[in-house]
């Protein structure tokens, strides 16, 4: 159980750099998903809504080991 007195946000937050990568992994895994799946994704770019194809989708696996890594989940695969 979780001892309150001993419990310091900022120790998640550490100054918001695991919270933007617990974020980015999370765009990072929905962009492969649609990539695998062949499903294009909608951008809003330069004030139009944009479809970009499956096939146009960078491949983010370095990325995604990377972001893993930081998170100290380095056993995680893509999409676990």
Known sequence: MLDHEEFDPTDILNGGRL???????????????????GEPIVEYIDGEVVLTPAEEIPDFAEELWQLNELLGDEGRGPLS
């Open 19 to 37: 919270v933007d990568a617990a974020l980015r992994r999370g765009v990072v895994e929905a962009l492969i998903r649609h990539k695998r799946l």
